[in-house]
């Protein structure tokens, strides 16, 4: 594991637009940090039961948590009896949610895997994927987002489901910035705002107490086109929420679950 401490994105920050890159953007110095970012405990009173009912609604059990980042999901499956399996492209992080998760007392399974080729790694059949905290915005090419998703496909059971989120990144190409950070981001002396964005970038700059600054670069999704990428996988069904709810105004959400199944409703 490398003590990294600075992020380096060159002379033409802009110009980063490239999934590899996201292994040199997520220093030690940055995991660190990241979960004043998050606030555990004031995002898990906003999320609530939201996924825990998803997955318990449908019976599954056999989780895979493809983007563990510092282990809030994992932790908090694992809190609620799933048996979990946590995953992640960047070995800092894995070792930051295995920390945190200890100190919890609990014990996270963590498997080092880029989701490209996660069934090389990632072996065995799951009820359920999930793919949370704007992860998969990472990815940069169509090819790596639709091998990430034909991977996660592969690893799912026949009825399984995918749970995976984004940003609302129309609101922000369409009609700016603005973000009540009720939901996700809920460290409240951390701001988090993009820097840049155009039709393939968003550059996010966050601001910590300690007056310390970390950027992201990231791919920003627009949600139909997600949606017809998860159809083209192969999901049958796509349903989308907006911060976790069935009905809401296209611009108004923080964010966006989609959760995908492999098989048609039987009712």
Not at 65 to 79: C, I, N, R
Request: contains cysteine.
């Amino acid at each position: 594991m490398s003590t990294v401490l600075k992020q380096d994105f060159g002379k033409e920050p802009l110009e980063v637009r490239d999934t590899e890159h996201y292994q040199d953007e997520y220093v030690q110095s940055f995991v660190e940090k990241w979960d004043e970012l998050i606030d555990w405990e004031a995002r898990a009173k906003s999320e609530g039961r939201f996924f825990v009912d998803i997955l318990k609604g449908r019976g599954k059990v056999k989780i895979l948590d493809v983007a563990t980042g510092t282990g809030f999901h994992s932790v908090q499956l694992l809190k609620a009896g799933f048996d979990v399996t946590s995953a992640d492209g960047n070995a800092e992080m894995l070792a930051k949610a295995f920390e945190n998760a200890r100190n919890k007392d609990l014990m996270l399974q963590t498997i080092h895997a880029d989701w490209r080729w996660l069934n090389k790694d990632v072996h065995g059949k799951y009820d359920a994927i999930v793919c949370l905290g704007n992860s998969f915005t990472h990815l940069f090419e169509e090819r790596d987002r639709r091998r990430a998703l034909a991977e996660f496909y592969a690893a799912l059971k026949y009825d399984g489901v995918l749970i995976i989120d984004q940003r609302n990144y129309d609101s922000i190409l369409d009609d700016g910035f603005s973000s009540k950070h009720t939901y996700y981001y809920c460290g409240d002396q951390v701001t988090a705002e993009p820097e840049h964005v155009d039709e393939s970038l968003a550059r996010f700059c966050y601001t910590f107490p300690d007056d310390s600054k970390y950027h992201l670069n990231m791919f920003p999704l627009r949600k139909s086109y997600m949606r017809d990428l998860l159809t083209d996988s192969g999901f049958q069904q796509v349903k989308t929420y907006g911060d976790f709810q069935e009905t809401y105004q296209e611009n108004d959400p923080d964010f966006f679950v989609h959760v995908a199944e492999k098989s048609y409703d039987n009712d």
